[in-house]
């Protein structure tokens, strides 16, 4: 059936038929790559211009839409031998990608200024111990102020606009101290200059403020780096839906632009795009991303459907609709408003310290300025010493303290395949000390497998798995995954329901339900004593062989769960599956503390208990089920398959078939943790040391100078030490295979491989469902 | 020390000059695809036998 694909949503139109697109691409890994693809494009009538961002693995396209349209650019890419995933912009992409350069921008010009002034100070104290004469000093001093006053007017924006909204909210922040600190380092300064003194902070100032946006970039960097790799990986997930016009045509659309009340068809095989009632057809669909039930259930006309579940058996037709009262969806919203208002907020380990610092600081220089009136010194000279205490406890190093390990934490968990939501997630991983696992896509893969406990003839597994390449049945999905050779055999047919046949080396070979196999198999004799697993008969040239096709744990699943309670956490199955399917699985794991056929209301109940008990608590779910657990627990983590609102609620993602991100993610973060206090305790010795010599009045710009960037290096190489630590004591290195997502490519087929079954719209016509983009185990 | 007179204006301006050189550098979008640059210089192309 001829359909047409309607694109519109992602493509920005311009003037005169001049359209412009974005594209996430796939498998581009070199030089060679660029340059096919790009010149692959441009050669095409109608384009006007194709460049890859390689860093963000990402395609522009310019063309003139009268004589191509964007179905023919992606369909001419496949051509070229790459998958490109239409790509909807977001806003908060653009907005850090202004916010970045902005910084950069500023950035520069403190560096600059840094660079001059330091040139004209250095001269200046070798001056002061030589023979300078005044006027040369006050030129100098003069001279720096020109450089440096324009300079942190601009530069040290980020930090003053930031502290004027904070005390308009009457509170403090950590740019608080470093506003006032910079102004007041300038101000006294400038009065310096003029009355003719022989010292002057200018540098000070400058300096300060060129550290602290170095920490602000590298900061805003890495949030960008994951957020475009996640913006990707949304691409990729994109699910199209077909779409039945009023006029009976067929029209495939991306389910982000579904209304409700458009009626949609949804094959075989396929997962429901969005929640509806059965209009027409019966059919048996797979809820465990919603529910966590592992058995199909019935569904026919009149029925309510989650967007989600997969369509097993026959077509359906159904009405899109907004989520009406009583259904699992609105009940799942109803918890989860009411887990979010519920959730108390932690405060941030920068700002406690930013709360604590700045009134002490701040009374530390106005006791210094009295102490000195009381001593007997002028007014003039008080006031310049408690300015220099404020310039030298300016927190140059606690403001760094706390990010710089964020950013290498980050980082080594983007690496390890754990792609976080948002910056303090790392502290709150840190704290926990149970995990509560949910089962179905969690503990065991996403799709279902084939089960290995029994011997199967491995030519016998080939053979049924390329028969199976050419089934849209779930369960043949299962087994065509193991198929090593990917090409479906000729001449296959699919009888709707039954099974496959095709004649293989001269002799029919039948793939489908024990009675499509021949009245000569046997009545599936596993069946009777398993509940758990479904079975797919392979019968050829009278043998047959029966495959169990079950949920299967994770490869690594055993181990890190050894390895977590090694670590002393605590670990819970909170299942909404039967207990004859969960408790096999926490047997197999040695978790003790299982609970199965939960409803969401009753998981958070269990959540909200281990609170009440003290404890925080990390969940890991991928189910819409899990979503208001998720919401109420002390941090979250969801695997990359999770269902849309799940992985809203969620801290972090993971990647890959692997359940060691997890491990990952909380090794990583008690670590960042440990270094984030250490870092502290750095700065307050720092202060600790420098402070008596301030307020002893001993301060010259030259030791603030070297005190400022020592103290700000010792905390940076500290931070780094969070990369190092991370890479290594992790699990056995049996289970060590996660596909190292070093670059963006291994990271994205990694994603693509645990994206199974995402329905792309298939151009051309054809009969086998699109291959997975690499099998992360090959 | 006559000759801070021109020497101190020049290593203004140089410094300038450099920074302005960043900003521009910056706004022309060099620095949105640093991993694709290293890697379009590769392949020769451009170059007519």
Known sequence: MAETLDLSMF???????ASHMTLAVEGVACAGCIRKIENGLTKLPGVIDARINFTQRRLAVDW?????????????????????????PERVEADDSAQAKWLLKCLAVAGFAAMNVMLLSISVWAGNVSDMTQETRDLF?????LIALPAAAYAGQPFFRSALRALRARQLNMDVPISLGVVLALALSVFETATHAAHAYFDSAIMLLFFLLCGRYLDLAMRRKTRVFAGNLASLKAEFAHRLEASGELTQVPVAALNPGDRVLVRPGERIPADGAILG???????????GETLPRAVGAGTTVYAGSINVTGALTLRVTAAGAGTLVEEVERLLDKAIAAKSQTVRLADRAAQFYAPVVHATAALTAIGWLIAGASLHDSIVIAIAVLIITCPCALALAIPAVQVVAAGSLFRGGVILNGGNAIERLAEVDTIVFDKTGTLTLPDPGVDETTDINPDILERAARLALSSRHPLAAALARRARERIPYSGAVEEPGQGVRAVIDGEEARLGSAKFCGPAVPEQPMAARDSTASFITFARGGKTATFAIRQVL?????????ALMARGLHL???????PAAVAPVANELGIGDCRAGLKPAEKIAVIYALRAQGRRVLMVGDGLNDAPALAAA????SPVTAAHLTQAHADALFLGDHLKPVLRAVVVARRARSLMKQNLALAVIYNALAVPVAIAGLVTPLIAAVAMSGSSMLVTLNALRARLAADGDLVPAAVDRLPSPDSNRNAMSAAAASLSSVPFPKLAAKATPRPLVEDISA | MNVLIYLVPMALLLGLTGLAGFLWSLKSGQYDDLDGAALRILPDDDIEN
């Open chain 1, 572 to 578: 819970i199955v909170l299942s909404g599956d039967r």
């Open chain 1, 11 to 17: 493509v920005e139109r311009g003037a005169a038929g």
């Open chain 1, 64 to 88: 003139r839409d009268d004589e191509i349209d964007a179905a023919g650019i992606i369909k001419a890419i496949e051509g070229i031998g790459y998958q490109a995933h239409p790509f909807a």
């Open chain 1, 634 to 637: 002390h941090a979250s983590l």
């Open chain 1, 141 to 145: 001093h003069w001279l720096s102020a």
């Open chain 1, 281 to 291: 057809g019966t059919s048996e669909i797979d809820e465990s991303l919603v529910t």
């Open chain 1, 554 to 562: 994770r490869p690594d699943a055993i181990a890190v769960a050894k």
